[in-house]
């Protein structure tokens, strides 16, 4: 079951996505070794670029003089080496590599990053972006702006395809991901899980939730996946969130996807997770006699008979309503 995303051409469907999984050569190896069509690699964060930025601009003090300015080159180019070795090295293996970008705020330096990795190998570029909405007077229009802006400066800095992590928290994401085709973006995956806050009421401390997806996560993604599909077919998708099993995979390239992307399931049931997908789509392929994935994928997209489903977000037509 072979498919295209991208534009690259891929042995499987499955992805392994950015995490402690694609980390490491020695993992990324594993990932293929499983029948991986592709890595993406542990996200590069814009946050760290800064930070570090930040703390060169304190050590460069004045009379410092040589050593000053030795210190700062010596740390910017180990920082920037750091990453760019990962993408060298995840390029020697035999399945595609995307390199990935953490993309918080609004800011340029990154950008010389996704194109020094694009230099070492990387096959395309995958953006994993979110504006925070704290300020109530910033509308919902200015953050798409944001995000289409940062979308046309990296596809105008790198020579290799980019696609976009959207969050689940979009007003309307048809609206957004058509303009970020606008602005050349070439794929989409849906949908970014991040960070969030729990509280320990005793301590009334801030503590980490649980970062591992659910395999219930993926319904809302298939519904957004197939509205996509049907809407922007020129866009190439893959589904992120809730993709466990090899029937959650099936589910999503029927709605429209071109690939998926996996990280929960490795995390409980190990990277042989990965074999057991690709199993379970060739063995379903041929059961119900498809020959390839392009013969079935987006048969239920919204241009097909699914629509009234897809579109209906009320429970009202399945209870009864003489309901006790």
Known sequence: MKTTYLGIPLRSPVVV?????????????RC?????GAVVLKSIFEEQILRHAAALERVSQPGMGDA???????????????????VRDAATT???????????????????????????????????????????????AELERSYADTVRRVVAAVPVPVSVKLPVRLTNVLHLADA????????????????????????????????????????????STALCAAALPQLDLAVST???DGAAAVKAL????????VCSA??????????????????????????????????????RDADDVFRRVQFMRYFPHDAE
């Open 17 to 29: 996505s950015s995490s402690p999984y694609t980390a490491a050569l020695p993992r990324i190896e």
């Open 32 to 36: 293929a070794a499983q029948g991986a």
């Open 68 to 86: 000053g300015e030795y210190l700062e080159r010596y740390l910017g180019d180990a920082y920037r080496e750091e990453f760019l070795r990962l």
């Open 94 to 140: 035999e399945i595609p590599v995307i390199a990935s970008i953490n993309c918080i705020v609004s800011s340029a330096e990154w950008v010389d990053y996704a194109a020094a990795m694009a230099a070492e190998g990387a096959a395309a570029i995958e953006l994993n972006i979110f504006f925070q909405p704290a300020d109530r007077r910033l509308s919902a």
């Open 180 to 223: 970020l085709l606008a602005r050349g973006a070439r794929g989409a995956v849906l949908f970014n899980r991040y960070f969030e806050p729990d509280i320990d009421v005793e301590r009334m401390t801030f503590v980490s939730g649980d970062p591992y997806s659910e395999p219930g996560e993926l319904r809302n993604v298939l519904r």
């Open 242 to 244: 809730g993709v466990h």
């Open 254 to 261: 029927l709605c429209g996807a071109r690939a998926v992307q």
């Open 266 to 303: 490795i995390h409980r049931r190990g990277y042989g997770a990965i074999g057991e997908i690709d199993r379970y789509i060739d063995d379903w392929a041929l059961r119900h006699g498809f020959g390839s994935v392009e013969e079935f994928r987006g048969r239920m997209n919204c241009d």
